[in-house]
């Protein structure tokens, strides 16, 4: 079965450089959900899109900003990094806001 | 706001025995789902079990089933004849079922289980 799809999957930027990441839903989730995981911590909610219009919104920087695009996939774009922002970052997927997330397999991030 | 707890930071189990994973939660709330979310080495997030918090039936997924206590807030995953690809960090997580646009999950700080052979 299809998974969703992260990329890319490592990614090494400076301190003040700008990334992009980019998730790709299963086929037929309408709902994209973006998640950080620091080092030896738990998974913290940042954003969720629902039918392409921001529905929920987490302890996101306001550096962070993120969009869901008409074929579903999202992107999420950091900017003015700062080392603090070296983490795991997962995209999860479900069908419509009421299922259950399905995660990617994650796009490690790496601030030097 | 809702927080979920896993008092046991590590656990270990040896290779073909039963293991208890514990999980509490704080909610308001009359409706939700309670996840177990499996993380190996690989670092990806693998849904191992979910259950209704309107159904009184505990959920089973072959070798994994869990303990629903909702008066208790309580959500415990047994592992059943441990395998050592069961390795792993386990986390438990809350989404509401509430409505409006909470459907974010919360997660506990996680369970490092080991296997040994």
């Known amino acids: 079965a299809a998974g969703v799809i992260q990329s890319p999957r490592h990614l090494i930027k400076e301190k003040r450089e700008t990334a992009t990441l980019k998730c790709y839903p299963i086929?037929?989730?309408?709902?994209v959900y973006w998640y950080q995981q620091g080092p030896g911590q738990d998974p913290q909610f940042l954003i969720s899109?629902?039918?392409?219009?921001?529905?929920d919104k987490g302890s996101i920087p306001d550096r962070f900003s993120a969009q869901q695009f008409s074929d579903y996939h999202s992107e999420l774009n950091m900017s003015s990094l700062e080392l603090g922002d070296s983490a795991l970052y997962f995209c999860?997927?479900?069908?419509?806001?009421?299922?259950?997330?399905?995660f990617g397999p994650g796009t490690r991030l790496l601030v030097l | 706001a809702q927080t979920v707890t896993q008092s046991q930071p590590e656990m270990s189990v040896q290779e073909a025995e039963t293991v208890t994973l514990s999980c509490t939660y704080d909610?308001?709330?009359?409706?939700?789902?309670l996840f177990w979310y499996k993380q190996p080495p690989s670092r990806q997030m693998i849904l191992v079990i979910r259950?209704?918090?309107?159904?009184?039936q505990n959920a089973t997924e072959n070798r994994f089933s869990v303990n629903f206590q909702k008066a208790a807030k309580s959500f415990s995953l047994k592992i059943s004849d441990s395998q050592l690809g069961d390795a792993a960090m386990y986390f438990c997580?809350?989404?509401?079922?509430?409505?409006?646009?909470?459907?974010?999950?919360?997660f506990g700080k996680g369970t490092l289980l080991t296997v040994n052979p």
């Open positions: 999860a997927s479900s069908l419509e806001t009421t299922e259950t997330q399905y």
């Open positions: 086929p037929r989730h309408d709902t």
């Open positions: 899109f629902y039918e392409k219009m921001q529905s």
């Open positions: 909610t308001s709330e009359s409706d939700y789902y």
């Open positions: 259950q209704e918090a309107y159904k009184q």
């Open positions: 997580a809350y989404r509401s079922e509430s409505g409006g646009s909470n459907y974010k999950l919360t």
